[in-house]
């Protein structure tokens, strides 16, 4: 009720006292079965004043209106307003167009028949018996001779309030709002058969992120807020993009900070497998296989870093978060508001305070030695994977296999009795396998290290010197490695990097099985054999 004796107040000017206000409204309402509207303007009417002035219950907000509508009564802030003069029919007219908005929207408005110079940018305008059409899928404001407006109040220390990313709606024009620049980048495009370099990245607030395109070099740069002006809104893929055009205004805020931006994307469910690099906003659950804490000083503060490996049914991936995690080995955790990073191709989970972690209500059992197995394709396609699990037949032993030095101090691969980093050294004997594997989907090096290489090859360390010092060559063992163990088939678990030569397995585990299409057979046969009656 107070808002309506307010209005009811404010449209007398004050003449008439609140509480008799109030008294006449209560009689109608409560007496008279009056609706408050009638009651409002019979009320004003009464008292001398004009029931058209009154807002509330009577106007829609613009978020309310849709197009096509036949009268409209709305008000609303003009955000800018440009008279014109046209010929219609033959005559002279002068028409005002603008943009209009209160907390719900903004709409752009045109006055057709317009001889005053009333309005200004910043008056708070009321519009009565207006009707709506469209434009670009928006409500647009006509105001016809049939229609009424006023200034219900100058503008005199109106300052337009900037927008928070979530609330643009869109195919908005003219929008105001403040940002971080988070990335921008530049570009060359072909508009209209002419070279155009355009700036786009993302900018964000508080309550949301989203693409942004520059048409224009405003000298934006990462990390500063800006307020925008006259910026545009259009949707691609149901995603919000901003637009700064030639006519936008951008201004560095010096003093504004925007600390905790939203993250970038629309929030998603994922599964472990489905981890690719630069996916952001993600919410993954799963069991902590392992964690640690490490303090690191960050510009003379000590940050707690924790990082561990976290596994569901599809995989595990290895995290790191910035942020107080009180969770344990055993755990199953849900991150909320997750990202990815890759790191040599493995697609790594980070958290940090954006992110939400909890406890999961559903525990996740994965076993903890159990590893995912992978087509090599799909290892390729995710750029590697932790602990993964690949059956493939050797169809190459590669150099580098057989007996190697390595520094003492960084345990590199010496060449020639040189290490790279530490010079001429003397190395510590090691014997590793490398190999060419491959599964029908692709292939990929795996390396074996000391004790898997003698398992396979049946060499050890001894017998290998041995050999290599008999006949003065690796070639040897080599050729004859090659020939106990080339197309032979093998599962390799371990975790998969990619450089710029493909995939690297560092096996793990390694060993021969009977290829399946063996044991199919197999089966095939011991079928036959039963069908037949053998
Ligand atoms: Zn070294």
Request: aromatic share 8%; with cysteine; net charge neutral.
């Amino acid at each position: 009720m107070k808002k309506h004796v307010e209005d009811m107040y404010s449209v007398l000017g004050g003449k008439v006292e609140r509480e008799a206000l109030e008294k006449e409204l209560n009689l109608f309402v409560g007496q008279y079965k009056v609706s408050i509207p009638s009651a409002k303007r019979s009320i004003v009417k009464k008292f001398g004043g004009d029931p058209d002035a009154l807002s509330i219950g009577v106007e829609k907000s613009i978020g309310e209106i849709s197009a096509g509508e036949g009268s409209v009564d709305v008000s609303g802030r003009v955000v800018f307003a440009t008279p014109r003069e046209i010929t219609a029919s033959g005559e002279k007219k002068r028409i005002l167009s603008g943009l209009i908005e209160d907390s719900t929207g903004s709409m752009s408005f045109t006055i057709w028949d317009y001889a005053s110079d009333d309005v200004s940018r910043g008056d708070l305008i009321a519009f009565r018996n207006a009707y709506t059409t469209s434009y670009r899928e928006k409500p647009q404001l006509n105001v016809s001779s049939k229609s009424r407006f006023w200034v219900r109040e100058k503008a005199s220390d109106w300052k337009r309030e900037a927008k928070k990313i979530k609330d643009i709606q869109p195919n908005e024009s003219n929008v105001l709002f403040e940002g971080k620049i988070i990335s921008v980048a530049a570009r060359t495009i072909n508009s209209k058969g002419e070279e155009k370099e355009i700036h786009y990245g993302l900018v964000g607030d508080e309550t949301k992120t989203v693409r942004f395109t520059a048409w224009k070099d405003f000298g934006l740069d990462k990390g500063s807020v800006v307020r925008v002006e006259g910026a545009y809104s259009r949707e691609r893929n149901g995603e919000l993009q901003l637009n700064f055009s030639e006519k936008s205004v951008v201004e560095k805020l010096v003093d504004r900070e925007i600390g905790s931006v939203a993250r970038f994307g629309v929030p998603r469910v994922c599964k472990v497998s489905e981890l690719r690099e630069g996916m952001g906003n993600l919410t993954v659950t799963g069991r902590i296989v392992s964690v640690s804490r490490k303090e690191i000083e960050v510009q003379g503060q000590t940050k707690s870093m924790f990082s561990g490996v976290l596994a569901d049914e599809t995989g595990k991936v290895s995290f790191t978060g910035w942020r107080d995690f009180e969770f344990k080995e055993g755990d199953t955790i849900r991150i909320t508001g997750g990202y990815v990073r890759s790191w040599k191709g493995v697609p790594q989970l980070k958290f940090d305070d954006k992110s939400e972690v909890t406890l999961a209500e559903k525990e996740i059992k994965v076993t903890a030695g159990s590893s995912s197995i992978y087509a090599i394709d799909a290892l390729e396609e995710r750029g590697g994977a932790m602990d993964a699990s690949v059956t493939a037949t050797i169809i190459e032993v590669r150099q580098g296999t057989g007996l190697i030095f390595r520094c003492p101090q960084c345990k590199r691969t010496l060449k020639l009795g040189e290490c790279r980093t530490h010079g001429p050294v003397d190395g510590i004997a090691d014997f590793r396998v490398r190999l060419v594997v491959d599964d029908g989907t692709g292939s990929l090096f795996a390396n074996l290290n000391r004790e898997l290489s003698e398992t396979i090859t049946g060499y050890t360390l001894e017998s290998v010197r041995k050999r290599t010092e008999q006949t003065l060559s690796q070639e040897t063992v080599v050729a004859e490695i090659s020939s106990k163990v080339l197309f032979r088939t093998m599962r390799l678990t371990g975790n998969v990097f990619s450089d710029d030569f493909g995939l690297n397995l560092f096996a793990s585990t390694a060993e021969f099985v009977v290829p399946e299409v063996k044991q199919r057979a197999v089966v095939l046969f011991q079928e036959a054999i039963q069908t037949l009656g053998m």
